[in-house]
Structure formats: structure tokens, C-alpha cells
């Protein structure tokens, strides 16, 4: 099973710049893409940036100049710092990892897992 943990959330105002972090734990073989979720009231979850182990990203439209996923694989740990920050980026942001587990006499499976979320507010 593996646990991710957000950190980073908060208030800042427009303009303004965060960092989130996700640090996976638990009985890892290894993790295969990572990335960033939100979800605003009354909308529904949407895609932010993904990364793919090999350092692949892919940043949503909306947020590609601004905002930049990284990940350390030593750490099994992504990022995500948001720059210029707008009213309307005001979500739930959720973690997602992809882990490859091997299984005796099967086919390996992708599972996949979730943060708790963190909220981010940006006062205009």
C-alpha cells in the first residue's frame, strides 16, 4: 500500500507564488507517472500537469507558463510550483501516483493512488 502526503497549501494573492509537494511511502516497487490534480467547488477534477518517471511533463492549457511539475525519484516525491497565480486557480489540489506491482504468476498491475488534497486560495 502506498500513502501520499500534500504539503505546501495555503493563501497567497494574486500574483502570487506556491509550491506543493507529495512524498509517496510504504511498500513502493516503483512508481510510474505522477501528478497533480484540482477540483473547484461545484466543478469537476481536472488534470493539472503529469510527469512521467523519465521526467516527461504535460501541463494543462491553462496553467502552462505558470505552473511547472518536477519530481525527485530517489525521494518518490512530485512538485508542483505555481507562479502568477490567479483568483480562478483557487482548488482542492490532489496527488496522483501510478505504481507498477508485481504479482507472483500474474501480470504486473498499475495502481493507482491519492492524496488527502490540500487547498489553495488566491484572493484577488
Known amino acids: 500500500q502506498v500513502q501520499l502526503v500534500e504539503s505546501g497549501g495555503g493563501l497567497v494573492q494574486a500574483g502570487g507564488s506556491l509550491r506543493l509537494s507529495c512524498a509517496a511511502s510504504?511498500?513502493?516497487?516503483?512508481?510510474?507517472?505522477m501528478g497533480w490534480y484540482r477540483q473547484a467547488p461545484g466543478k469537476q477534477r481536472e488534470l493539472v500537469a503529469s510527469i512521467t518517471r523519465g521526467g516527461t511533463t504535460n501541463h494543462a492549457g491553462s496553467v502552462k507558463g505558470r505552473f511547472a511539475i518536477s519530481r525527485d525519484n530517489a525521494k518518490n516525491t512530485v512538485y508542483l510550483q505555481m507562479n502568477s497565480l490567479k483568483a480562478e486557480d483557487t482548488a482542492v489540489y490532489y496527488c496522483?501516483?501510478?505504481?507498477?506491482?508485481?504479482?507472483?504468476?500474474?501480470?504486473?498491475?498499475?495502481?493507482?493512488?491519492w492524496g488527502q488534497g490540500t487547498q489553495v486560495t488566491v484572493s484577488s
Open positions: 510504504g511498500s513502493i516497487f516503483r512508481l510510474n507517472a
Open positions: 496522483n501516483a501510478q505504481e507498477l506491482r508485481l504479482r507472483p504468476g500474474l501480470p504486473p498491475a498499475e495502481l493507482d493512488y
